[in-house]
């Protein structure tokens, strides 16, 4: 096994959260009930979900040149976290979210990408090696899109498989999506990219053929709390999730691809994998804020034994 078998490439946002009981409509303003601060950004919390997870996992990424960039810094050595391909963006800011939580426990996000705007293709290409010497790279889209293609580029060269996670989903060409091994859009990200409305299995069933067809193997559409549609080479079932009261999903679906990735690194079966990851999302859907709220290995073994 490779020192660090996962690679996550993404953003790092400081999480701004306001809690309230409704989301307000347009020009309507509402008081909130608490505000806290919290670490989160995709990649961030994938790369967390997957050190907390036990997995020995890189990060390439950039901070801003602020107090928050080095606290997250920080942070992820706490976790485990490898951050020697993680770099301080001079004159800039750590990258920031708006997000607003519900009592129902969804919640609205809005990021100012700032530092996270530098990992582009040139930047990727410094870390060449590092993709090439991992099994597996995982992505999202919260970074510029040239540096998402050059990983997936190097990555394919190499044999280290490509997972993205297409989140916050955008038009990506062919060009990518035939690079890419593994993908996990929710339902939102699956209309979005497909164009097919994802209401039921057999909807489900139809967008994972789409993915299929652009060259991508496994194809996993996550749906909140029913678990998540999962086809592999065509074909297609339900993989169940846990049934959990919701108090903040901020980084479950991170949570869920970070402690995936990991699981599936520990040469674990795709089922127990997927397993493990909706253990590990629903003991975060439990918690309040991104990062706070991702769980440990111990904890996600304890709740499937018991189960
Ligand atoms: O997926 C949740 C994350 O989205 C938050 O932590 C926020 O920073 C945004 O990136």
Request: hydrophobic residues 40%.
């Amino acid at each position: 096994m490779n020192q660090l078998p996962l690679v996550v490439l993404g953003s790092i946002n400081i999480d701004h959260v306001l809690r309230v009981h409704q989301f307000p409509q347009p020009g309507e303003t509402c008081l909130s009930e608490d505000y806290q601060t919290h670490f989160g950004g995709k990649g961030a919390n994938q790369a967390v979900a997957a050190a907390r997870s036990g997995c020995n996992c890189g990060f390439i990424a950039c901070v801003g040149n602020d107090d928050w960039g080095q606290q997250a810094l920080k942070q992820f050595a706490a976790d485990g976290i490898d951050t020697q391909s993680i770099s301080i963006q001079e004159g800039n800011a750590t990258g920031l979210a708006m997000i607003q939580v519900s009592d129902a426990g969804e919640n609205t996000i809005c990021v100012a990408p700032q530092a996270n705007r530098y990992v582009s293709s040139a930047y990727v290409k410094r870390y060449q090696s590092t993709i090439e010497n991992a099994e597996i790279v995982l992505m999202q889209l919260e970074t510029p899109l040239a540096g998402v293609l050059q990983a997936a580029k190097i990555a394919k060269q190499a044999n280290t498989r490509v997972m993205l996670n297409p989140a916050p989903a955008q038009r990506l060409d062919d060009e990518l999506l035939s690079l890419v091994d593994i993908i996990t859009p929710n339902e939102t990200e699956a209309q979005q990219l497909t164009g097919i409305k994802v209401c039921d299995d057999d909807s489900a069933n139809k967008a994972a053929q789409w993915f299929h067809a652009k060259g991508i193997t496994t194809v996993i559409i996550t749906l909140g709390a029913r678990g998540a549609w999962v086809s592999e080479n065509g074909e297609g079932y339900l993989s169940a999730g846990f049934k959990v009261k919701a108090i903040d999903t901020t980084a479950a679906g991170d949570t869920f691809n970070g402690a995936f990735a990991s699981e599936l690194l520990r040469a674990s079966s795709l089922d127990n994998a997927l397993r493990y990851a909706h253990g590990a999302a629903a003991l975060c859907v439990g918690g309040k804020g991104a990062q706070p709220s991702i769980p440990h290995r111990e904890q996600v073994l304890k709740l499937i034994e018991r189960s």
